[in-house]
C-alpha cells in the first residue's frame, strides 16, 4: 500500500484522465443503480475536461490516486463557506476496494480540509450506494439529511448528505 500517492491535477492534459477514470469506474459502482442513459449523461455532466476546467478555476482541488504510478482513482474537494468544505468526488477502481485505500482518500479529505480551516467535512452520496454508506460510516461520518436535486434531462441524484465535525476528529 506504500505505493499509493495522492498527485495534484495541475494541468489540462489530465484533465482525460479523470474522464477515463470516471468511465471505467462508474458502470460497475452505479450498474445496479442507475440507468445507462443516467450514468453516460452524469460523465458528462461532471468529467468532460471544460467541467474540470472550470471547477478548479472556482477553487476546486483535483487529486489523483495513483498505484505505482497509474491512476486508480480520484477525488475532489472544495470550500462551501460556513467553514465547511465538499467533498464533491471520492472513486476508486473496484479491483482495489476493500484494501484501505479509500479510508486513505477519506483521510486525505479530511487533512485537506482541516489545513483550509474548515471545522466540518460533508459530501453526498446516492441512496442506494450501500458500500459507500458502509465506508463513510466506518469512517466517522454521519448522515446530515437527504436530498433529492434534478440535474437536467429529467434526471435526479437522490442522495443523503453526510458530515463529520473535524474539530472532534484525532489527529492522524
Request: with cysteine.
Amino acid at each position: 500500500m506504500d505505493s499509493i500517492v495522492f498527485d495534484p491535477v495541475t494541468s489540462p492534459e489530465e484533465y482525460p484522465v479523470i474522464l477515463d477514470l470516471a468511465r471505467r469506474i462508474w458502470g460497475p459502482t452505479y450498474e445496479e443503480i442507475l440507468s445507462p442513459e443516467q450514468i453516460e449523461y452524469m460523465i458528462d455532466m461532471m468529467y468532460a475536461p471544460a467541467v474540470v476546467d472550470r471547477e478548479r478555476k472556482e477553487g476546486i482541488v483535483f487529486e489523483l490516486v495513483k498505484d505505482n504510478g497509474v491512476p486508480v482513482g480520484f477525488l475532489s474537494y472544495g470550500p462551501c463557506g460556513n467553514g465547511e468544505m465538499k467533498l464533491h468526488k471520492l472513486y476508486l477502481s473496484p479491483a482495489l476496494h476493500g484494501k484501505g485505500i479509500g479510508s486513505r482518500m477519506l483521510c486525505r479529505a479530511k487533512e485537506a480540509a482541516k489545513a483550509l480551516g474548515a471545522k466540518e467535512l460533508h459530501l453526498n452520496v446516492n441512496k442506494q450506494n450501500a458500500r459507500a454508506i458502509r465506508a463513510y460510516r466506518r469512517n466517522g461520518f454521519r448522515l446530515i439529511r437527504e436530498e433529492k436535486n434534478p440535474i437536467g434531462n429529467g434526471f435526479f441524484m437522490d442522495d443523503y448528505v453526510f458530515g463529520i465535525n473535524l474539530t472532534e476528529e484525532p489527529a492522524s
